[in-house]
């Protein structure tokens, strides 16, 4: 599977952006898309997951409520709708997959595979 992320931009304060991860091959249905950030200086942040299959979803207390995960599996892409964005959410956003579910949340170390990144600046 390779990973390709899309979306990121430039917006001001209390803006959203949608964020894509296109898939190439096939991602299990119990298998997972993760989306984690990194902010300069910073360790990798989770922030969202889905299992492939829809059955689950698991967010990040930081973006909870203003953020949204899902997915299209007929497109074989996944999605992070991020709503009333604040700048501390500036960032390189990065798309993942793993082939499982965790109970918890997900370490970075989980996912095997990677997209390359699309930065979100929140800035007035």
């Known amino acids: 599977v390779q990973l390709q992320a899309s979306g990121g931009g430039l917006v001001q304060p209390e803006a959203s952006l949608r964020l894509s991860c296109a898939a190439s091959g096939r991602i299990s249905s119990n298998g997972n898309m993760g989306w984690f950030r990194q902010a300069p200086g910073k360790e990798h942040e989770f922030v969202a997951a889905?299992?492939?299959?829809?059955?689950?979803?698991r967010y990040a207390d930081s973006i909870r409520g203003r953020f949204t995960i899902s997915r299209d599996r007929a497109r074989n892409t996944g999605y992070l709708q991020m709503t009333n964005l604040r700048p501390e959410d500036t960032a390189v956003y990065y798309c993942?997959?793993?082939?499982?579910?965790?109970?918890?949340?997900?370490?970075?170390?989980?996912?095997?595979?990677w997209g390359q990144g699309t930065q979100v600046t929140v800035s007035s």
């Open positions: 889905i299992r492939w299959n829809g059955a689950s979803l």
């Open positions: 993942a997959a793993a082939p499982g579910w965790l109970a918890g949340q997900p370490p970075a170390d989980y996912y095997d595979t």
